[in-house]
């Protein structure tokens, strides 16, 4: 995918959806976004959607035109890692309300819904309490993450990974984090404890959409567990 290097000044917009994009993309990836626009389209808000690839990503010319055809839809220079492309996507963001998901697991109706929810209460983080149909193994797996996180970073969440997250531009300790990677979350969800930042979990229904695979390796989840140690000892 090729670079969008053209950031002129905007009117500020009413929300900001920032979409990681990683290389399971493929076809899927402009139809989840022309959903997520029609409903969009539909309130009465005004709304920007930048997607920031990863840096392996392989997306066709013509998926890419596609992408194009929405001037609210900008597509961001790649990034590496989930937390890069999150962060990314904030900085080059225009809205009052921010808003960054993982598109393969968020239906249009799910955002919405926790989009209005945003709307209509300006000053809290809503952060999603994903009911998935995952199997045992990474539901196990990601119990004993949050365990991890609540014990070792003192945060009150059950979902530390869920999406979306939204939260007011105004809450600036949310645009300053630093993890590249999986961590992003974890460090979020820190900041939010350490700034006193109201946190509302709300539970969705969370799948991954057809086609797509959520397959969570060993490594990548034991240095997800490992890193949770290195954000304690730095904070």
């Avoid at 945060?155 to 531009?169: E, H, S």
């Avoid at 590249?180 to 974890?186: E, F, T, V, Y």
């Amino acid at each position: 995918m090729s670079s969008d290097n053209q950031y002129k000044e905007m009117t500020t917009v009413d929300i900001s959806i920032i979409l990681p994009v990683g290389d399971e993309s493929r076809n899927i990836l402009a139809e989840v976004v022309k959903v997520y626009a029609e409903r969009l389209d539909a309130s009465a808000h005004s709304w920007e959607m930048l997607l920031v690839p990863s840096t392996r990503a392989q997306v066709s010319a013509s998926q890419e035109a596609e992408l194009r055809q929405n001037p609210k839809v900008r597509i961001c220079p790649p990034a590496k890692g989930w937390g890069a492309a999150v962060t990314a996507g904030l900085r080059a963001s225009s809205g009052e309300l921010l808003c960054y998901t993982n598109w393969q697991r968020t239906s249009a109706s799910a955002l919405w819904e926790m989009l209005s929810l945003a709307l209509r209460n300006p000053d809290v983080v809503l952060r999603a309490n994903r009911r998935t149909r995952d199997t045992r193994v990474d539901r196990m797996g990601s119990l004993l993450y949050n365990l991890e996180c609540r014990l070792l970073l003192q945060v009150p969440a059950w979902d530390i990974n869920g999406t979306p997250k939204i939260f007011p531009r105004v809450f600036a300790d949310l645009l300053d984090l630093e993890q590249a990677g999986g961590l992003l979350d974890a460090e979020f969800a820190l900041a939010c404890e350490q700034a006193g930042y109201p946190v509302i979990e709300i539970p969705i229904e969370a799948s991954l959409h057809d086609g797509l695979s959520g397959a969570f390796g060993f490594w990548d989840a034991l240095r997800m567990y490992v890193g949770v140690l290195k954000l304690r000892a730095r904070t």
